[in-house]
Structure formats: structure tokens, C-alpha cells
């Protein structure tokens, strides 16, 4: 089991603090190259500015901080897209962030569009009364997907990029709602882990509430990443260096780690199985011209 390393963050940055880059200056040599991407993702693009759709949790943040450094605070877009009562704490953090980051930020209830998403299309498949075990999650990937068509909407209005938030940890584990919160046009942390995503806000100096946060989709109230994965990020991570980056079988990789047998079994399985949502569609290679699938 192994994975080729195609990424900016890695590349010529030693890692002098095991597998992880959270030392000063490995942390810092991230900043800078996250930073360079972003200016040169945009000036490419020949972008006016970003978008983000901001959560109030640590991806997002980092995210957007690491974006306003890249072009500026005024060429960023910061979003927040409710659909839940729950979500409000979050959605007013991310406010305050915004603020403090000086860039403009909207916020857009998408629950209106969540029921008449429900009425229609639900309510036209059958599946709207279903109450089976998935229900909650085909809602929350149907809420991802809204969110992103709003933040596309938003960049297309005003000739932006869409800036995803998604860590390597979650793409590894395909934690990520394909076509949803698995839509950007570039993700400035997808090559770190969440581990790493942690000490990179610890070195910028975003809010301690920001940086402990409990880790989740926000599927539904009570909803953690911890809870549906089995384990924290603490101990998944570095199982993911043992399976993926070094590509150890997975008796060896979960020795001295805090988890057991079924629990990394399935972790391992997640990376397996959600491959097809770190690739590009397939095609079947008519005439020579061959399949462009491609790892992210």
C-alpha cells in the first residue's frame, strides 16, 4: 500500500521532527511554499481574488489566513453557509475570524434550498421517508454539494477560485463529500496532515478555541470525525504514514499505536475503497487515448 508523493508542501522541505513537519522551521518552510502556491495558483488563473467557505473550525481558518498572505485581504471572499441551528456557534466564529483577517465575509442560510432540495428531488426519488441508517449521511453529502455550488457561484460572479480546505488526512481516507467539500480549484493543505494542519495554526497564531476544536463534517448535531473514524487524528495519522507513505502492511503499522485490529483494518479499508474519489473520472481509452486518472 503506497502512495506517490506529487505534491508542492514535501518537496525539498527535510523533515527533522520524525514523519510529521512540526518543528519551526519545517512549519515555516510549509508557510511560505502554501503561500507561494496560492499567489501563483490566482496569477495564473488571472483570478481576481478567492473564495472560502468557512466552517469556524481549524482547516478553514488556516486556510483562509494562508490565502489572505497570498493575495491580500481585500481579494478574499470569505463564506458562511449554515443549513443547521447547530451550526451557529461555528458560523459566528467564523465571522470573527473574518473580521480579524479584515476580509469580506457573507453569510447565506441554506436551509431554504436543504427542504426545497427535500420536496422536490427527494420527494420525487421516493427517497424522502426512506429512515434508513444512511439517511443522515445522503443529507450531508446533498448540504456539502450545496455549499459548493454557492461558493462556485460566488467565484464565477467575481471571477475567483475556489480554495478548498480538505487536509491530507481526510483525502486519504476519502473524508470528504466527492463533488461537495471535494470540489476546489486548489486545496493549499491537501498535502497535510492533519497533525501538521495543528502546528501550522499554532505557528501562525490562531485562536487556541479555533486550534481544539473537535474535528467535524457537520453532518448532524452531534457528529465528530473521531466518532465516525473510530480514532483521533493523533493516532490515525500516523498509521496513515506507516500504510500509505512507507507502504508497511498493517500489523506492523498499527504496533505501538493506541488503536486495535478492527479499527485500523477499517482505516486502511476507507483508504482502499475511496480511491475513486482522489481520481479523475475514468475513460475507457478509445483509439489509444489513454485514461488520464490521476491520485490527488
Not at 496569477?43 to 486556510?63: F, L, N, R
Request: with cysteine; net charge negative; hydrophobic share 35%.
Amino acid at each position: 500500500m503506497s502512495a506517490d508523493r506529487t505534491t508542492f508542501v514535501y518537496s525539498g522541505i527535510e523533515r527533522s521532527n520524525g514523519p510529521f513537519l512540526t518543528d519551526h522551521r519545517s512549519l515555516e518552510a510549509m508557510h511560505e511554499r502554501i503561500v507561494a502556491d496560492i499567489e501563483t495558483r490566482v496569477d495564473e488563473a488571472d483570478a481576481s481574488g478567492v473564495v472560502v467557505a468557512m466552517s469556524g473550525g481549524i482547516d478553514s481558518t488556516v486556510t483562509t489566513a494562508l490565502a489572505v498572505e497570498a493575495v491580500g485581504a481585500e481579494n478574499v471572499l470569505g463564506l458562511g453557509l449554515p443549513c443547521h441551528k447547530t451550526e451557529a456557534t461555528h458560523v459566528s466564529d467564523a465571522r470573527t475570524l473574518a473580521e480579524g483577517m479584515g476580509i469580506e465575509f457573507e453569510e447565506i442560510q441554506l436551509r431554504p434550498l436543504l427542504e426545497t432540495f427535500e420536496e422536490t428531488v427527494a420527494g420525487g426519488l421516493g427517497t424522502a421517508d426512506e429512515g434508513d441508517d444512511d439517511r443522515p449521511h445522503d443529507i450531508g453529502n446533498a448540504v456539502a454539494r450545496l455549499r459548493m455550488v454557492t461558493a462556485y457561484y460566488a467565484a464565477n460572479c467575481q471571477s475567483r477560485l475556489v480554495i478548498g480546505t480538505a487536509n491530507r488526512s481526510e483525502r486519504l481516507l476519502g473524508y470528504f463529500t466527492k463533488y461537495g467539500d471535494g470540489a476546489a480549484d486548489s486545496y493549499p493543505l491537501g498535502d497535510c496532515y492533519k497533525t501538521e494542519v495543528r502546528a501550522l495554526a499554532k505557528h501562525l497564531g490562531l485562536p487556541r478555541r479555533i486550534v481544539s476544536k473537535e474535528p467535524t463534517a457537520g453532518f448532524w448535531a452531534t457528529q465528530t470525525d473521531a466518532g465516525e473514524l473510530g480514532a483521533g487524528y493523533d493516532v490515525i495519522d500516523p498509521l496513515l504514514v506507516r500504510l500509505v507513505d512507507e507502504g508497511r502492511p498493517l500489523e506492523e503499522a498499527m504496533k505501538g499505536l493506541r488503536i486495535d485490529r478492527e479499527t485500523a483494518a477499517d482505516i486502511a479499508s476507507l483508504y482502499v475503497a475511496t480511491d475513486h474519489k482522489r481520481a479523475t473520472p475514468p475513460t475507457p481509452g478509445l483509439a489509444g487515448r489513454g485514461d488520464d486518472r490521476s491520485a490527488g
